[in-house]
């Protein structure tokens, strides 16, 4: 029997067995298990919860049922990160108690003590959640979800839930409160939770972070519900001093292709009230599966970026896909910035910068593409990025993209269109159907911009996901799919002509495991 050693955990190394015996497959050996994006050591997960970066750790929290690959009473999980690539597996920070399920929510560092949970140069990392209420839910009751605290003084490693809990009771009347997004409001000196109610955003303000006031609600007209997992901080207007606040929204439907998606609006807050600019509600990803989609508090990335990430999965089918020892993986950490468009603004997205750390061999592709063409080399398709340019003025084929396949007959298209300037992924022949038909819906589309001068791509791929970042990070994408046996064909195609890429290269990743094939 061979043994593998996993991630560390929490003082445990996991050893898994493998292989020759029958016994039941270590992580290694699961079929769809992600290798260089973040998932739970077993059992279901959902969303990132409680992101705060300190002393030289990125915390992540995430929402977790230990005792199923479904979703249940829910407890935050906990891991760390130098990098945000290489993660170590921490005990679960919070258990449901008698208040109900811990629900998601977010962490802030208390630098100044403002709550008093700390100690003499001891500042507290105080987190805010939901406590949700299973039996006052069934019973019918529409205060069934208060927000509630905990607190760490060493470094996350263990978590004290506050004794006056909750902090915020719903008197709203409204069923859906839930989901504290809290951020400091410097101008004003005062700590906001945005808190997401049935169909809008609530804001609350406090000087403690234990009493909270109302100061107002954002919503839109029309039929938005249900709205989840808000996100408020400010960012920096390209070249210039002024900020802009961005308003993150996970909303449970119509999605771009369908179900859950994550969305933005760009504005103003003024320590009150947030007003939007005229631009629409848009779409921070395009593709079926980036939900949940939340920041870091205190996270040194420069004044006016965001480092975020999200939940890769879609509520419409996340239940059901076919992994057996766990569910769900999170996105690749993203860094966002503002990016100015004629009169208004869009969020840009790009994978964190020390995921080019998982680089190894790395070799050029082809500058002319026509008919069909395999890329061959030291790489495995399942387990890779592609980085490349296409030149829009020299590429004369109708339609290009590339395709990756397996000897299954299994198959992920990536398309791109210039006449309809459209992005198009098709997992529809991705692997086995009937785990779920709106899986299999499609193929999935993305308006991109392709006519004239170039476009960018940044695509990675991980064993079950594809994340493409494109022109500039302004069109992000991410569609998982579960093949029988990893992709180990990737053909670069053109349609009626040829395809030229000014630049194009392939990197073999390595893996964020300690040890892994
Ligand atoms: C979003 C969500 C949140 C809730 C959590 C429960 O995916 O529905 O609104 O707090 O999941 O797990």
Redesign the pocket.
């Known amino acids: 029997m061979k043994k593998v050693v996993l991630w560390t955990l929490a003082g445990i190394s996991l050893l898994s067995s493998c292989g020759e015996t029958g016994e039941s497959p270590g992580p290694l050996e699961e079929p769809h298990r992600p290798r260089y994006h973040f998932t739970p050591p077993a059992h279901w997960m ?2 990132p919860n409680g992101m705060y970066y300190q002393d030289g750790e990125y915390h992540l929290h995430y ?1 977790y049922y230990p005792d199923s690959t479904v ?1 249940g009473p ?1 407890h935050w999980g906990h891991a760390v990160s130098s990098d945000l690539i290489r993660w170590e597996h921490l005990p679960v920070s919070l258990y449901p108690d008698s208040l109900g399920y811990i ?2 929510g977010s962490a802030v560092v208390d630098y100044d003590n403002t709550s008093g949970f700390g100690q003499e140069d001891t500042p507290p990392v105080v987190a805010a959640f ?1 406590h ?1 209420d299973p039996e006052g839910e069934r019973a019918g009751r529409s205060d069934f979800q208060n927000q509630s605290l905990a607190y760490s003084l060493d470094n996350g490693r263990t978590w004290t839930k506050y004794s006056g809990n909750p902090v915020l009771r719903n008197d709203t009347g409204i069923r859906d409160f ?2 504290p997004k809290i951020v400091w409001h410097g101008q004003s000196e005062k700590w906001i939770m945005a808190l ?1 109610v049935y169909d809008r955003v609530r804001f609350y303000g406090s000087d403690n972070l234990k009493d909270w006031a109302y100061l107002s609600e954002f919503g839109i007209p029309g039929d938005t519900r249900l709205w ?2 808000p996100d408020l901080f400010p960012m920096r207007i390209p070249g210039q001093q002024e900020e802009k606040w961005v308003l993150l929204v ?1 909303i449970q439907q119509q999605g771009p292709n369908g179900g859950t998606g994550t969305s933005y609006f760009i504005g103003d807050f003024d320590g009150t009230r947030f007003t939007a600019d005229p631009q629409e509600q848009q779409w921070l990803d395009y593709g079926a599966d980036n ?2 989609f939340v920041t870091w508090d205190n996270a040194p990335v420069g004044w006016g970026r965001r480092l975020g990430i999200g ?1 890769m999965s879609n ?1 419409q089918y996340a239940q059901q896909v076919p992994t057996e020892k766990w569910r769900s993986a999170m996105t690749l950490p993203r860094v966002l910035e503002l990016v100015q468009e004629d009169s208004s603004y869009v969020l840009a997205a790009q994978p964190v910068p020390s995921v080019t750390g998982l680089r190894r061999s790395g070799f050029a592709l082809p500058g002319r593409i026509s008919g069909f063409q395999s890329i061959q080399g030291d790489f495995r398709p399942s387990r890779c990025e592609l980085e490349f340019r296409v030149d829009l003025e020299a590429t004369t084929a109708k339609a290009f993209g590339f395709t990756l396949k397996n000897t299954k007959g299994n198959r992920l298209e990536i398309r791109m269109d210039p006449r309809t300037n459209t992005l198009v992924v098709d997992r529809t022949e991705s692997g086995p159907k009937g785990f779920s038909d709106a899986f299999f819906e499609g193929p999935h589309r993305a308006p991109l911009h392709l006519e004239g001068g170039s476009v960018d791509l940044r695509v990675f791929l991980d064993v079950s996901s594809i994340e493409i970042f494109a022109n500039g990070g302004r069109l992000n994408f991410t569609d998982i799919f579960f093949p029988e046996e990893p992709f180990d064909t990737l053909e670069f195609w053109a349609e009626d002509g040829e395809l030229v890429l000014s630049e194009g290269q392939v990197h073999a990743l390595s893996t964020s495991w300690e040890e892994a094939p």
Do not use: G, K, L, P
Request: charged share 20%.
């Open positions: 959902n969303d929402q979703w829910m629900f998601s939901t949700h839930r989901d997401a989840e997992c996970s939900y949940a939940w509520w």
